[in-house]
């Protein structure tokens, strides 16, 4: 009978609760989804590997940005990057376009659209950011030559967009210029040939990039999941649970 109760009131905290069941991506291959579907934007994250593939709405994953992405020398000294990221030596967090088995290998997938319904290219804009730094999103051309594409240092416009190909599917080299936890909001437009222009709602996909641990942060980290266990539990911060969740998967690496 007892025992009953218990599991009730296991069963009723889960039901309350159903938002902190974030999962932490800090490696494989992972795309941000952009769908538009009977007249209906599915933005979410589509985890191609490792297998098996898995779909999660915007925020209930988290990009785990780990030590291997701190730039050596922050930002380089040359006028196109310093134009971008900000002075020199400045702190960054890359995620490279391509595949390193220690870090997220981060794409836009489209591939669930046809370009059939659509009169030309879709955008995906970045509109807000909120975190302790900046984000920059950007490609590299064939010479080597730096092409900005999105940045939260300058504010936000038009400007700060992709284009996706519907069916398509790309990626790109995104930066962080502070640890901490990041949301990231982007919102997809195109034009439809049957329902003509469409626009969602902005999507925040979360990013958690984490610092090169020190013993001193080692035993902070502990402390913090402690705490981040039982923010779980009271349900009030899913940021503060996403915080907490990261140093106790580096712990168990
Ligand atoms: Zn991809």
Aim: net charge negative; glycine share 14%.
């Amino acid at each position: 009978m007892k025992m009953n109760r218990i599991v009730v009131a296991l069963m009723a905290v889960a039901s309350v609760y159903p938002a902190t069941s974030q999962t932490m991506i800090p490696s494989g291959h992972v795309d941000i989804g952009v769908l538009y579907e009977s007249g209906v934007w599915d933005l979410h994250v589509h985890k191609e590997v490792p297998e098996p593939e898995e779909e999660f709405g915007p925020s209930d994953a988290v990009f785990v940005v780990g030590a291997k992405a701190q730039q050596a020398g922050g930002v380089p000294n040359s006028a196109s990057a310093t134009a971008f990221f900000g002075p020199a030596g400045s702190p960054l967090w890359i995620l490279p376009k391509s595949q390193d088995p220690e870090l997220p290998f981060l794409g836009i997938g489209a591939e669930e659209m046809s370009a059939d319904d659509w009169n030309g290219s879709l955008t995906l804009t970045m509109t807000e950011v909120r975190g302790p730094g900046d984000v920059f999103v950007w490609d590299v051309g064939a010479f080597g030559d730096l092409q900005p594409k999105m940045s939260s240092r300058d504010g936000f416009s038009a400007g700060d967009a992709l284009t996706v190909e519907a069916g398509g599917h790309a990626h790109y080299f995104w930066a962080f210029s502070a640890p901490g936890d990041y949301e990231v909001f982007l919102s997809a437009q195109g034009d439809h040939k049957v329902d003509g222009s469409v626009q969602s709602e902005p999507a925040g996909y979360r990013f958690q990039v984490v610092p090169e641990p020190g013993v001193g942060t080692l035993v902070l980290a502990g402390l913090v999941c402690l705490g981040g266990f039982r923010r779980r539990f009271s349900g009030r911060s899913v940021l503060g649970g996403a915080t907490a969740v990261g140093p106790c998967v580096r712990r168990s690496l």
